[in-house]
């Protein structure tokens, strides 16, 4: 007759026990703050493009007809070291607004709006949770890590479903992935990821914190609002624009019209 006895675990089996299982709650935690960052700067790059579209071509505009204003008074007092300074300082004004407006141009195919769909969030929690640079064992694995996170965050904001699972797919057949054994060795690797994904989520919140302060991010937040009342901010702004651009276009013209009379 047999009698089968459980083995007990060693000390070193239930401490790693213990860690993989705090590990695991840290990855999928982490998972969600990758998740909210990076949706966060991808809703403020579509914000932006869609500001530059709206508002930036305007202020560009206003920017041009200054310069424009700027070098008549030059080119009227040829001597005059300060209107000179002016009218060059104007015109690099100009370039570079000028230069800021193209770009909003040129982007303008992509969408003002990011608006992800709940699986395409599910997914790309499963993918940072996998292969997150801050789970890596050491520095060529940390590298292959980030290249993969890198090529995940660009698939997220693409809206690219089919991608994000391309890359989880690579990831998981990689030969790569596969790991050593040994408990102490595993233990101590444990212990290292859960310090490296705690630093990595505190660096997570002080950018989020640093995006959700600025500028950009609370002039996105105020159009939203007035949005969700039926208001529109940026449309109101371009209204106000069109009127300045308006009376400086009218302003250069006068100005154009007494330079002639003056020069007869």
């Not at 007809?65 to 060059?88: G, T, V, W």
């Not at 949770?129 to 996170?149: G, S, V, Y």
Request: glycine content about 4%; charged content about 35%; some cysteine.
């Amino acid at each position: 007759m047999s009698i089968n006895i459980a083995r007990q675990q060693t000390p070193e089996e239930r401490e790693l026990s213990k860690k993989l299982e705090e590990l695991l709650s840290l990855q999928i935690l982490l998972a969600q703050r990758e998740l909210d960052l990076v949706t966060v700067q991808a809703e403020l790059k579509a914000f932006d493009r869609r500001y530059l579209r709206i508002i930036g071509i305007r202020y560009a505009e206003l920017d041009k007809i200054a310069a424009q204003i700027a070098e008549i008074f030059a080119r009227s007092s040829p001597k005059d070291h300060q209107a000179q300074e002016h009218a060059y300082g104007a015109r690099a004004q100009a370039n570079e607004s000028g230069q800021e407006s193209k770009k909003a141009l040129e982007k303008s195919v992509y969408a003002d709006r990011f608006n992800p769909s709940d699986a395409l969030k599910k997914l790309y929690r499963e993918v940072a949770k996998c292969i997150h640079p801050d789970l890596a064992t050491d520095e060529n694995d940390r590298i292959r890590r980030q290249r993969f996170m890198v090529e995940a965050n660009q698939a997220y904001e693409a809206g690219d479903e089919n991608r994000l699972r391309e890359i989880l797919h690579e990831w998981e057949s990689s030969p790569e992935g596969i790991k050593g054994d040994g408990v102490g060795a595993e233990l101590v690797r444990t212990i290292r990821k859960i310090a490296q994904v705690e630093e990595r989520m505190l660096t997570l919140e002080t950018t989020l914190a640093q995006l959700q302060s600025s500028d950009l991010y609370r002039l996105k937040k105020e159009v939203e609002e007035a949005e969700a009342e039926g208001q529109d901010l940026l449309a109101e702004m371009a209204s106000r624009l069109d009127q300045q651009i308006n009376d400086a276009k009218a302003h250069f013209a006068s100005l154009v019209q007494e330079k002639s009379n003056h020069d007869r």
